[in-house]
């Protein structure tokens, strides 16, 4: 076995032990709010933790691209959810040679993008699941209104080769009481029409241990949760001791005693700052600030250690603000438990884009 | 051929006569000035582009990072300088490796960088050419003043399997003049040292325009002019119609009129805001915003097109606020030229970050 120490760097360590806490962690909680577990495999786009998380109870996974669909059902995953509006030719015939293979149920928040499904699946030999997403906060995708997701429901329902598979939203961040009271007036507005809702799916890490407040909602779908990062942290859904995926990363310049340039730079740890500040946690060095990032330099503000914390050559950990994004640019992980590297795989879903 | 309209989004597409026009016009004024041309492929990634600016008279080109280095020397690059301190056995055994198939030189601004490469290469049948990386303003790498620049050459003198290259230094963003003038105390110390400086190198797009004014350098490292970027139009480097790349993208969903929601998201445009407000430039609707960006949708204020603007199913074009990071999330590229796609070709250096 290779220890962590022998590695070359910047590199991503992920620890398993972590990793299958954070999950079971999270199924646990879900059985007890009596949600069902739908995890986001955007966070680590491989297929042994979505099997995994299957393993420990979910009901399938979701996916944010046909790309990573295509390879979690070339894994053998039969089961998911495409959280993602599907437009144009090429992609519903992908969407269309996936359907035939597997479970896979996606989302709409337009006439014109049920129209496309409708016609893309008109005559397949058994409908596509579709949801109407809708727009309970975050201000991206989404319908307006529940009217206007009952508008869309009954477009969907009209369709030869669609079903209606139930209402699916992605809240902001701290805003799952709005969402849940919007969903819930949705639900009302269903019944009073007579049209049911198979499943009404939410998700977040962000709230993920107030999902047993998510109402009507009967599915979640949290992806960070499995490796956690500093931003989770920030919003208080984990500690830095769940935090699973570190960059490790090796000190190559220290110019001056309070200044001290690691190999991980944006290519390594992503620009993405969730509002925060700073670009990552030191863990070896909790009081060093990573204050820039080039490309592939990271600059850590080390004058709290008046000795200038580490040296030129030392192997430090660091704690990405947004764990995804990091997981994409690497083209492997190392798996490890303790000081060892267990296994180092390539991910599978990265870069898949489209 | 295929139609750019054809093409699945998001995408990366490189208008060819705007990289070779960028080439050419860089080349010439490099020409102008006396100062060598020595480019970095982080921008493009791309052997191709690293020949034929070699063609047009660059001396070499500029790498990162030792990952690149090798996918450049496997595709016939002779030439190289390495501006990234190499630090560790498992590197020190690469850049050797390389050194005994090209010519390749590397900085440092540490004795310890200095001694791992005079133990490294005590032995080897030709001595590595090493530059002492000078911090003129950046605030990153390279030593605090000229005095420990000479220092750091004498021990570079003295190691046996060292040759002093000359000074490297990556000025910031339009302190060229400051950095002219730190290079030229340096130099002057040196010479009254009587210590040789056969290069100095400096680099830089934004100020690639004032490259005549870098006084005492007699090498230039520009990366990010051979397709431009949104940045640099910002730093008055580039205008839009100077921008090669491109992302394009889908409009997926319109929840508002004021709102549309594109297939790029941070996946795609990368989280890099180099200072601007926003994420990138919309070719076809200049007054629309990208005003924010999840991992695979971008957020556009349409707002101030009454009719909302692009349609679901419009393709848009981006240019990025910083090019560089976008060609390493993209496993490859659309060459094209006019309204088509001339070829299509893998991203050889993508995700070499180590």
New interface residues.
């Given amino acids: 076995m290779t220890a962590i120490c022998?590695l070359?760097?910047?590199?991503v360590l992920v620890d398993l032990d972590r990793a299958e806490s954070n999950l079971q962690r999270a199924q646990a909680f879900a059985d007890k709010a009596g949600l069902k577990l739908r995890p986001h495999i955007?966070t680590h786009k491989l297929p042994r933790f979505a099997q995994r998380a299957i393993e420990l109870g979910a009901v399938g996974i979701t996916v944010?691209?046909l790309g990573e669909a295509e390879v979690m059902a070339n894994a053998g995953i039969s089961d998911m959810l495409l959280t993602?509006?599907i437009?144009?030719a090429?992609?519903l015939k992908r969407l269309r040679a996936l359907h035939d293979r597997v479970t896979i149920r996606v989302v709409a928040?337009?006439h014109?993008?049920v129209a496309?499904l409708a016609a893309a699946f008109a005559d397949a030999s058994k409908p596509l699941g579709v949801f109407v997403e809708c727009?309970t906060g975050m201000?991206?995708?989404?319908?307006?209104s529940p009217e206007a997701a009952l508008d869309l429901a009954r477009a969907i329902i009209a369709a030869p080769g669609l079903d209606l598979a139930g209402l699916m939203t992605y809240p902001a961040a701290g805003k799952y009481r709005e969402a849940a009271e919007w969903l819930a007036a949705a639900k009302a507005m269903f019944e009073a029409a007579g049209i049911a809702l198979p499943t009404i799916t939410t998700g977040g890490t962000p709230d993920i241990w107030h999902a047993d407040e998510a109402g009507v909602a009967t599915e979640y779908r949290p992806g960070t949760y499995i490796y956690m990062d500093r931003s989770q942290v920030a919003a208080g859904a984990a500690s830095f001791d769940d935090c699973a995926l570190t960059v490790l990363a090796?000190?190559?310049?220290?110019?001056?005693t309070g200044?001290a340039?690691v190999?991980a730079g944006?290519?390594?740890l992503?620009?993405?700052?969730l509002g925060l500040v700073g670009h990552g946690y030191v863990v070896e060095y909790p009081d060093a600030k990573v204050v820039?990032l080039?490309?592939?330099?990271g600059?850590l503000d080390v004058s709290a250690y008046p000795d200038g914390g580490p040296?030129?050559?030392e192997q430090i950990r660091i704690i990405p603000n947004h764990c995804?994004?990091v997981t994409?640019?690497?083209?492997q992980v190392h798996l490890v438990r303790g000081g060892e590297v267990v296994e180092t795989v390539p991910v599978a879903a990265r870069?898949r884009?489209?």
Avoid: M, W, Y
């Fill in positions: 022998e070359d760097t910047p590199c955007k944010q691209k993602f509006n437009i144009g090429a992609k928040d337009s014109e993008c496309g727009d201000g991206r995708c989404g319908v307006q090796t000190v190559v310049s220290h110019p001056t200044r340039i190999d944006s290519k390594a992503t620009s993405d700052l820039g080039s490309e592939e330099h600059t040296k030129i050559g995804c994004p994409n640019l690497f083209d870069g884009v489209d």
